[in-house]
């Protein structure tokens, strides 16, 4: 329990350094529409995805310890439930919906993570929705449950993306499943692809736990071996790599025994089912929350320094342009004094004139050229840096490795139409303030992050209790009467 206290006192932290320094300065530039801590500040999360029929649903209720979800052969259920946590009834009543709640509750519930999922459109907020169950499996997570990938619908059929809506709540969850069965262990591109394209690379082999489940179907060891094999192969050609990810083998004993009877699975005693496995992985969630809110601060601290930096780079070259042009202006202006004042000093009608007037006009007619040059060359030399920063933004950055290359990628578009809106003018003092918040954030918060998980990864059971009474700052009795503090439990 205290280690949980633990994690959720980093992840309050984390979140308030995030909801402090990143998101003004995120809002301020429209880097994002929404706080950026939105997406991260409810409950860890586990998404469910796969074929339809592959048994996400019957696996949800296996976890949850009671039909909470529709299941069946066919496409049964088309809607995104959101599974979570219901305190309220009494810890011997049995597990049941307590709550339901649809998809407009839930996009527009500040509350709820899922702002950005707004621009998914109405037949996607008709197709989400939310249960609140009273299982204990859920007290520190929630679980969604998605309709499956049809080869038969296009997302004009849906009514809305469908890859794109998985990307986004792949984005927003701590861990996700990707079930298979055997009927259909060839399609596993449409679930990379929408994985792929939206998961943070770093973080994408933590994050993702494969499962071939209904392996009670397979009709002998060599079958299943085969769909393994199958399965393997396909993963291997979409990932571009020659190591296989684990693949948890499952089955739903209550279902494996329906199938007994139809044909010889005597093989199934030689494999542990993993489902046991799988379940312990699921609730190790809140464990990946952190490692992925680290992740999360790394990501977006990144960028945001990135398009900070750039524009100090802008303001750091335009500084530099405008000495040079008003070190151009002024050679320029003394030039012109001096061949006025020779001209005035030779030609009539002031030749023999008092030196004195002819210094003044000389001097008057460099002072006319500066002026012109400040009222207008200089102006139209500027605009002319202007455009040429502008076509060629790269120039703003110094892109050595492939993470710098990524986060321009990202920002680049944000810097340009920031410089254009500004054409320039903005206040260098707080952009350097702003960058150097945002790098404490990013440098400070994530290591302090992972160096707090390390610590808990090596802490053995009897160093806890010291641990967590100092970090807590617990007393001796409160430790043992074992009071948490309550200051960080999880909305539900
Ligand atoms: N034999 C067998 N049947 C299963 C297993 N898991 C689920 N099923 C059945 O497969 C069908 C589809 O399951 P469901 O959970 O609705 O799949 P979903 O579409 O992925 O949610 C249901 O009729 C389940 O009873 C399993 O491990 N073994
Ligand atoms: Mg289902």
């Known amino acids: 329990m205290y280690r949980d206290n633990y994690i959720k006192a980093l992840r309050s932290e984390l979140l308030e350094m995030v909801a402090e320094h990143l998101t003004p300065v995120s809002t301020r530039y429209g880097y994002s529409d929404v706080p950026l801590e939105t997406t991260i500040k409810w409950r860890p999360q586990v998404l469910l995805i796969g074929n339809y029929s592959s048994g996400k649903s019957t696996l949800i209720n296996d976890f949850l310890g009671a039909k909470i979800q529709k299941t069946g052969q066919a496409p049964t259920d088309d809607s995104f439930t959101v599974i979570t946590y219901d305190d309220g009834p009494a810890a011997d009543e049995p597990v049941r919906i307590t709550d339901e709640r649809d998809g407009k509750f839930l996009l527009n519930d500040p509350e709820y993570p899922f702002e ?225 004042f020779v001209l005035a000093l030779l030609a009539p009608p002031l030749a023999g004139a008092d030196i004195m007037l002819t210094s003044a006009c000389g001097a008057a007619g460099a002072l006319l050229v500066l002026g012109l040059w400040g009222i207008s060359l200089r102006r139209l030399l500027f605009k002319r840096f202007h455009k040429k920063i502008l076509k060629n933004m790269d120039h703003l950055t110094a892109l050595k490795n492939q993470t710098r290359r990524d986060s321009w990628e990202y920002v680049r578009s944000l810097v340009f139409s920031h410089l254009k809106n500004t054409r320039g003018k903005y206040s260098l003092r707080d952009v350097r303030y702003e960058y150097s918040a945002v790098w404490k954030v990013y440098e400070k918060g994530s290591k302090d992050i992972r160096e707090a998980l390390r610590e808990l990864a090596d802490l053995s059971p009897d160093e806890e209790e010291t641990f967590f009474k100092v970090r807590l700052g617990l007393t001796d009795e409160e430790f043992k009467s074992g009071q948490a503090p309550s200051a960080y439990d999880l909305p539900s």
């Open 116 to 340: 950005t999922l707004k621009k998914h459109g109405q037949r996607f907020s008709s197709h989400f929705k939310l249960k609140k169950v009273n299982s204990p499996f859920l007290k520190n997570l929630a679980i969604i449950d998605t309709p499956g990938m049809l080869d038969s619908i296009t997302e004009r059929d849906r009514g809305y993306n469908y890859q794109e809506v998985i990307g986004d709540l792949a984005q927003i969850a701590d861990l996700v499943l990707v079930l298979f069965d055997p009927h259909k262990a060839g399609t596993v591109r449409e679930a990379h692809t929408s994985l792929r394209d939206t998961l943070p690379a770093r973080t994408f082999e933590d994050r993702v736990l494969f499962v071939l489940n209904r392996i009670d179907e397979c009709t002998s060891m060599i079958d299943l071996l085969r769909v393994y094999g199958t399965l393997c192969w396909n993963l291997s050609q979409i990932t571009g790599r020659k190591d296989i990810p684990m693949i948890h083998l499952t089955y739903s004993p209550q279902d494996a025994s329906m199938s007994l009877d139809e044909g010889d699975i005597s093989y199934l005693r030689h494999l542990q089912n993993q489902r046991e496995e799988l379940k312990n992985a699921v609730l190790q969630a809140p464990c990946y929350r952190l490692d992925n809110l680290a992740s999360f601060v790394e990501t977006h601290g990144e960028r945001l320094a990135h398009f900070l930096e750039a524009l100090i780079s802008y303001r750091k070259r335009a500084r530099k342009f405008r000495l040079k042009s008003f070190g151009i202006g002024l050679g320029a202006s003394l030039v012109a004094g001096a061949v006025i």
